[in-house]
């Protein structure tokens, strides 16, 4: 399956985004679909996952109650809204995927990325 995230850009602190991550080649729902983000100097740090039943999702503590992942199965995307932005928000994000249906959490768990967007939030 071939991932393309999208939707990044600048924002201000408190702001709204919505990423994308539509998928080709692959019916994502039959995928647990996680997102990361990266910082320069950082490791890729994990954000958000759906698993393949999208009864399933796990956030990381840093985003949760302000960020939700769901998915679109009739559009083959899956979405992060990101809600109340901070400026420690700012980084590359990326979506990935791996054909398991558990919550996963490390990088080295999937199988396919995109090619990441950037988000910026401006203080």
């Known amino acids: 399956v071939q991932l393309q995230a999208s939707g990044g850009g600048l924002v201000q602190t408190g702001d709204s985004l919505r990423l994308s991550c539509a998928a080709s080649g692959g019916t994502l729902s039959t995928y647990t679909v996680a997102w990361f983000r990266q910082t320069p100097g950082k490791e890729r740090e994990f954000v958000a996952a759906?698993?393949?039943?999208?009864?399933?999702?796990h956030y990381a503590d840093s985003v949760k109650g302000r960020f939700a992942i769901s998915r679109r199965n009739a559009e083959n995307t899956v979405y992060l809204q990101m809600n109340s932005l901070k400026s420690e928000d700012t980084a590359v994000y990326y979506c990935?995927?791996?054909?398991?249906?558990?919550?996963?959490?490390?990088?080295?768990?999937?199988?396919?990325w995109g090619q990441g967007t950037l988000v910026t939030v401006s203080s």
């Open positions: 990935a995927t791996v054909r398991r249906g558990v919550v996963l959490t490390r990088e080295a768990d999937f199988t396919s």
């Open positions: 759906i698993v393949r039943t999208s009864t399933t999702v």
